[in-house]
T-cell receptor, first 120, second 110 residues
Framework: QVQLVESGGGVVQPGRSLGLSCAASGFSFSTYGMHWVRQAPGKGLEWVGVISYDGSNEFYADSVKGRFTISRDNSKKTLYLQMNILRPEDTAVYYCAKAPGGPNYYMEVWGKGTTVIISS | QSALTQPASVSGSPGQSITISCTGSSSDVGGYNYVSWYQQHPGKAPKFIIYDASKRPSGVSNRFSGSKSGNTASLTISGLQAEDEADYYC??????????FGGGTKLTVL
């Protein structure tokens, strides 16, 4: 079955960097767009960004544009989120989600999330 | 990228029907049928229940239905059950090729 497993979360100081990974299994990873979505403690869902099936197109929320970068390695069936210049407001559970098509498709299957805490 | 507007909370008794609204603009909800809805139980990952405004994926109860009129999308849950108590989020594709979520609605089954 389709499975997404995020990893790489932890506690990081403001201004530093952190990279997250999302390991995919159970489907043809290289065929689908992939999203990152986050949820701050006690808050709602916030879309972070999306990457096309081949990595040729990426789109980001204004709140992370220029600081976060999404990439993928289709040979490893892995999605990445590189987060730079981290701020306390980036504290959240980060979910990766599979789209059933390109970047203009919804979040069909979600991972369980990984927790990122930005604190000095 | 302003969040879509949802009521903070709704409630209903078992067996009743409730509707959650999701209001955006012509740049998102009104401009595309790419509206989706998600259910999230406490401590769990979201689960998608409606896509393309009104389509229901296989495995999702037919008690869940979606619709859209102009800049407002709606999720209706009929025959409320205790297990429906959760947070519900709408999401829409936008003219900037991005996605935006609503603020979320907490459903309480009385």
């Amino acid at each position: 079955q389709v499975q997404l497993v995020e990893s790489g979360g932890g506690v990081v100081q403001p201004g530093r960097s952190l990279g997250l990974s999302c390991a995919a299994s159970g489907f043809s990873f290289s065929t689908y767009g992939m999203h990152w979505v986050r949820q701050a403690p006690g808050k709602g869902l916030e879309w972070v960004g999306v990457i096309s099936y081949d990595g040729s197109n990426e789109f980001y929320a204004d709140s992370v544009k220029g600081r976060f970068t999404i990439s993928r390695d289709n040979s490893k069936k892995t999605l990445y989120l590189q987060m730079n210049i981290l701020r306390p407001e980036d504290t959240a559970v980060y979910y990766c989600a599979k789209a059933p098509g390109g970047p203009n498709y919804y979040m069909e299957v979600w991972g369980k999330g990984t927790t990122v805490i930005i604190s000095s | 990228q302003s969040a879509l507007t949802q009521p903070a909370s709704v409630s209903g008794s078992p067996g009743q029907s409730i509707t959650i609204s999701c209001t955006g603009s012509s740049s998102d909800v009104g401009g595309y049928n790419y509206v989706s809805w998600y259910q999230q139980h406490p401590g769990k990952a979201p689960k998608f229940i409606i896509y393309d405004a009104s389509k229901r994926p296989s495995g999702v109860s037919n008690r869940f239905s979606g619709s859209k009129s102009g800049n407002t999308a709606s999720l209706t849950i009929s025959g409320l059950q205790a297990e429906d108590e959760a947070d519900y989020y709408c999401s829409s594709y936008t003219s900037s090729a991005t996605w935006v979520f609503g603020g979320g609605t907490k459903l309480t089954v009385l």
